[in-house]
């Protein structure tokens, strides 16, 4: 594997950092080289360091395509914080000259809109998209078609969990109090609990009033980050199911803020997400 030359932006969306190559043009990392190429991007010893890599590439049926790699290797469907910085590198780097432009996701068609500020992108607003509650979906072994605040055993501590995929899975607990939860005891141990079959990624979550919340994320094949937008739009949209959250609602991450519009479609909730993503800098593999 030669990555001498490549190049890439740095970009984070509230403390959640990428990697982002453009190969909307031509492919800069072979195929079978990628899975080992991000595990180097991603390493913050001897790498770049970053919470994934992102690979703009061409679409026949969106605008821009758009892929994404874990730091363990593995392709991820999509990533909320990931491409509100998808976006962003888009758009500065003149790929899409749009305010409004549709990506195509492992997880589906996304839509992001951008809010200007002194001709400068400042804000993204991504229509997330619906989710679903279906057990066999998400997936996970379980007996009940669906998930919701039940009572799961994990090492001889009673959680109440909460199963939702928007494109990927996610766990959300509420809890009293985030900073008491032993997140790296607990992280894994549901990430690779028997119910998932293909893991999960997990986030606690304390609820301040209806409006806002508070949350801390295990995330699938990273560990702990600062921030998940996917996981984000799950905590929005599963605390408005159960009647712990309005429709309107902001939520405090570790690295920052986002804001999110619960919506129904027919008889399944979607959200919308909107929050900052910012360019830390442009980089070459020496």
């Given at each position: ?7 890439f932006?740095k970009m984070?969306g509230?403390?959640n950092?990428f990697v982002i ?5 031509a492919t800069q990392?072979p195929?079978?080289?990628k899975?080992e190429?991000c ?10 360091g970053?919470?994934g890599v992102?690979?703009v590439?061409?679409s026949?049926v969106?605008?821009?395509?758009y892929?994404m ?7 991820a469907?999509?990533?909320g ?11 500065i780097?003149k790929?899409l ?10 997880s589906?068609i996304?839509?992001i809109?951008?809010t200007?500020e002194?001709n400068?992108p ?9 989710c679903t509650?279906?057990a066999d979906e998400?997936?996970m072994?379980?007996d009940?078609e669906e998930c ?10 009673i959680?109440?969990l909460t199963?939702?995929?928007?494109g990927n899975?996610?766990a959300i607990?509420?809890v009293?109090n ?8 607990f ?11 293909e893991?999960i990624n997990v ?9 806002e919340?508070k949350?801390?994320?295990w ?9 998940c937008?996917?996981?984000?739009t ?5 605390g408005y199911k159960?009647?712990?959250?309005d ?7 570790p690295g920052g803020?986002l804001?999110?519009?619960v ?6 909730l979607?959200?919308f997400?909107?929050g900052?993503?910012k360019l ?7």
């Amino acid at each position: 594997m030669d990555l001498k030359g490549l190049k890439f932006s740095k970009m984070h969306g509230i403390g959640n950092d990428f990697v982002i190559i453009d190969e909307s043009k031509a492919t800069q990392i072979p195929e079978t080289d990628k899975p080992e190429a991000c595990r180097f991007l991603c390493d913050r010893h001897f790498g770049v360091g970053a919470d994934g890599v992102l690979f703009v590439v061409t679409s026949n049926v969106a605008d821009i395509g758009y892929r994404m790699f874990n730091p363990d290797g593995s392709e991820a469907e999509m990533c909320g914080n990931g491409i509100r910085c998808f976006g962003n590198f888009v758009y500065i780097n003149k790929i899409l000259e749009t305010e409004s432009m549709t990506v195509e996701t492992k997880s589906g068609i996304k839509t992001i809109d951008i809010t200007l500020e002194n001709n400068e992108p400042k804000f993204f607003r991504v229509n997330m998209g619906t989710c679903t509650f279906k057990a066999d979906e998400i997936p996970m072994n379980f007996d009940s078609e669906e998930c919701i605040d039940e009572e799961i055993d994990v090492d001889g501590e009673i959680f109440k969990l909460t199963a939702v995929s928007v494109g990927n899975p996610h766990a959300i607990i509420f809890v009293d109090n985030v900073d008491d939860v032993d997140i790296n005891r607990f992280g894994p141990a549901i990430e690779n609990h028997r119910l998932f079959p293909e893991k999960i990624n997990v986030h606690f979550v304390e609820v301040i009033s209806k409006h806002e919340g508070k949350m801390r994320t295990w995330e699938r094949g990273a560990g702990v980050t600062l921030a998940c937008g996917t996981g984000a739009t799950s905590t929005a949209i599963a605390g408005y199911k159960l009647g712990l959250f309005d429709f309107n609602l902001h939520l405090h991450l570790p690295g920052g803020n986002l804001k999110f519009t619960v919506y129904k479609e027919g008889e399944d909730l979607g959200a919308f997400m909107e929050g900052p993503a910012k360019l830390v800098f442009n980089g070459e593999i020496a």
